[in-house]
């Protein structure tokens, strides 16, 4: 099992461009978020799904659109990009109900805004 | 809103010491999780803390709940220096879903 995927790994845009970052699991989840890590801040949640065609907000959605047409699959797209958003986003999964909802996270991607 | 926050945000020591790493959250929660993450690399889950008063132990790491006290540990005996990372804490939202919040981390060094 590959586990929890993410692409690009690193990715340089200039303010206003647009971008998908994506995301992929293999282990059935239906839970499926993002995350941003900036220093000094841990990890804040960005958007999360319970399944497919189900998706609500986090703590720090703006700039951010989500959709999850399939289980596997959750792309975060950032809509016109600003230096604010320079920072390593995490891809995480887990199972929902009935489950500890331990997550299971993706080796990240760094993006750099200039 | 709940808000977590570990304490230290830095920590140093020697090769053979223990320590504690301290989790403090805002509000009533079931779930709080323990993250490891080496530098540039993913977080690897450590601990599952699903109830007051449980503890879980592996090797020389040893976390604790008291949701009572809103307050989770992680105890490191014996420090080795594989032990340096970085250490989150991250507890469940309870009114839905799976979300987390994070603490800031705990940056652990052990020197030899």
């Known amino acids: 099992n590959a586990g929890v995927t993410q692409t690009p790994k690193f990715q340089v845009l200039k303010t206003g461009q647009s971008m998908t970052l994506q995301c992929a699991q293999d282990?059935?989840?239906?839970?499926m978020s993002w995350y941003r890590q900036d220093p000094g801040m841990g990890l804040r949640l960005i958007h999360y799904?319970?399944?497919?065609?189900?998706?609500d907000q986090g703590e720090v959605p703006n700039g951010y659109n989500v959709s999850r047409s399939t289980t596997e699959d959750f792309p975060l797209r950032l809509l016109s990009a600003a230096p604010s958003q320079t920072s390593v986003y995490f891809c995480?999964?887990?199972?929902?109900?009935?489950?500890?909802?331990?997550?299971?996270f993706g080796e990240g991607s760094r993006l750099t805004v200039l | 809103e709940l808000k977590v926050e570990q304490n230290p945000l830095f920590l140093s020591m020697q090769e053979g010491k223990n320590y504690t790493i301290y989790c403090n959250y805002s509000?009533?929660?079931?779930?709080l999780y323990w993250y490891r993450q080496d530098p540039g690399k993913s977080l690897e889950s450590l601990f599952v803390?699903?109830?007051?008063?449980a503890v879980k132990q592996e090797g020389r790491l040893m976390a604790s709940l008291d949701t009572k006290a809103r307050l989770s540990t992680l105890h490191i005996t014996a420090a080795v220096h594989d032990l340096s990372a970085t250490y989150f804490c991250?507890?469940?939202?309870?009114?839905?879903?799976?979300?987390?919040?994070f603490g800031q981390g705990t940056r652990l060094t052990i020197n030899p």
């Open positions: 995480a999964s887990s199972y929902y109900q009935g489950s500890t909802g331990e997550l299971f």
């Open positions: 282990m059935n989840h239906e839970y």
């Open positions: 799904s319970v399944g497919a065609g189900i998706t």
């Open positions: 509000t009533t929660s079931d779930r």
């Open positions: 803390l699903l109830s007051n008063g």
């Open positions: 991250a507890v469940a939202v309870i009114q839905g879903a799976q979300k987390l919040v």
